[in-house]
């Protein structure tokens, strides 16, 4: 088994504890994974990781999230064109979220987990473009999951 991969996501950086934790967003081409990002850049609550691809590494019992070097600092901003952002690197990836249309959100989901380089990370699916979107998000990976009744 490798120990890194090359995944195709956007990721991004949050506060939990004092310490930092990834959130990788999967989706489609459109599903708002850029979008999302910035928006969440914007409100002062994450820092950019990376856009598009995002180099994931063991280590020990963590994946550790960074930019490939081509792109670190980098962000698409659709109808805008690409924009250099401070990032980070090296940050333990905490959840991954799967963009999908909204009649895919379930009320009350299990919880769910996935698998990268044989560690389990939680997972959920979310709508980008809801309003309550980055709202969400925040909850999800700063809250312990004893904190959300289902």
């Known amino acids: 088994m490798s120990d890194s991969l090359l995944m195709h ?29 910035l928006r969440a850049i914007d409100m002062g609550r994450a820092e950019l990781v990376s856009d598009d691809q995002t180099l994931l590494t063991r280590h020990g019992q963590e994946i550790l999230a960074a930019p490939p070097p081509t792109i670190a600092g980098k962000i698409e901003v659709r109808g805008l064109g690409v924009v250099t952002f ?20 379930e009320r009350l989901p299990s919880p769910e987990f996935e698998e990268i380089l044989g560690i389990s990370i939680p997972k959920l699916k979310l709508h980008s473009f809801d309003h309550s979107a980055i709202a969400k998000l925040v909850l999800a990976i700063t809250r312990s999951e004893s904190d959300i009744v289902r």
């Open 9 to 37: 996501c956007t990721s991004i950086a949050f506060q939990k504890e004092g310490w930092l934790t990834v959130a990788l967003l999967r989706g489609d081409p459109g599903s708002g994974k850029s979008d999302l990002a």
């Open 86 to 105: 401070s990032c980070c690197s090296d940050v333990p990836v905490g959840l991954v979220v799967d963009l999908v249309p909204r009649d895919q959100i």
